[in-house]
């Protein structure tokens, strides 16, 4: 009897109990299911890492396959080229074997020639020195021949170029005295004529004369200064020039001198103007007549026409 009261005690607590344990989980029921919601979405995103994880593995797998490969065939070449320079290897030194044979054959070779060439170089140094002073002999007596012949040819052609110019000069005072003859003539018949004819103006005058015995006295004065002073009738020419200028300003002209004078504006002539270096800067001289300035009684009849030098 006690004991159906004690398994009736504990079938009843066991029932109490259970139903305190399933109302305790009635309430935690809600919190489990969100435990188990965390718990499927945390699983969720392991696995898309694990499948990330795996999709990476599997490339870096194929990566490593790649790289493999690459290893194996770089070995291969290695391989090939470890074969490749032995066998160069090898090739150096037998080639080096026979560049070193060749090049003391060759040494041989040149020794002997440079010591043929030594013996035929000394046995004909004495015979090319000999033929060396013989032609710088002989080139030297040619040159002092042709230079005497130079010098005496040169000396022949200067003094037939002294003797044609002294004789051309002589013939030149033969025509200037000639002409000055005819001139000095003319002049003393216009002289007459003038005599006759007193009261005849200046203006009305005929100077055509005058103005020529003007110019050839200019153009013998110029070539008395170039003469030699030993030319045959120099002296006559010089006389003879003076008396017809003499005789000029006898009938009343004058030449006017104006070679060497420093030239000015205001001279009443044609000028045409040479530089020259002998000069000061800026000076001005008269080193030519080409036509003189002729005055009869005072009055210009002629304006000269002159060069004049200029410095520089």
């Given amino acids: 009897m006690k004991i159906s009261i004690l398994i009736s005690l504990l079938v009843v607590t066991t029932n109490l109990f259970a139903q305190q344990q399933d109302s305790i989980l009635i309430q935690e029921i809600p919190t489990i299911k969100d435990n188990v919601f965390q718990q499927r979405q945390e699983i969720d995103a392991l696995t898309k890492k694990l499948n990330n994880q795996s999709y990476t593995i599997g490339k870096q797998s194929q990566t490593i396959s790649t790289l493999q490969e690459q290893n194996t065939n770089l070995n291969a070449s290695i391989d090939s080229l470890s074969q490749l320079i032995q066998t160069n290897s090898q090739n150096i030194v037998t080639n080096s074997k026979e560049l070193g044979t060749k090049i003391q054959e060759t040494g041989q070779k040149a020794d002997t020639q440079i010591a043929q060439l030594d013996s035929s170089v000394e046995k004909n140094r004495l015979y090319w020195i000999i033929a060396t002073l013989a032609t710088l002999l002989l080139g030297g007596l040619i040159y002092w021949l042709l230079g005497k012949r130079i010098n005496s040819s040169k000396t022949d052609v200067e003094t037939q170029i002294r003797n044609t110019k002294a004789s051309l000069e ?22 007459e004529e003038s005599k006759s004819q007193p ?5 009305k005058a005929d100077h055509s004369l005058a103005l020529k015995v003007a110019d050839e006295i200019v153009r013998m004065q110029k070539n008395l ?3 030699d002073e030993k030319t045959k009738g120099l002296k006559q020419l010089n006389s003879s020039v003076q008396r017809i200028q003499d005789n000029f300003a006898a009938n009343g002209y004058e030449l006017v001198e104006m070679l060497g004078k420093e030239y000015n504006e205001g001279m009443k002539v044609t000028a045409n103007f040479t530089p020259s270096e002998d000069l000061e800067t800026g000076k001005q001289i008269i080193s030519r007549i080409i036509k003189p300035q002729v005055n009869f009684k005072g009055e210009m009849i002629q304006a000269a026409q002159i060069e004049v030098s200029v410095g520089e």
Avoid: G, P, R, Y
């Fill in 199 to 203: 009261n005849i103006s200046s203006e």
């Fill in 170 to 191: 002589e013939e030149s005072v033969k025509l200037d005295n000639k002409l000055l003859e005819v001139l000095e003539t003319q002049l003393k018949l216009k002289q």
């Fill in 225 to 227: 200064i170039q003469m």
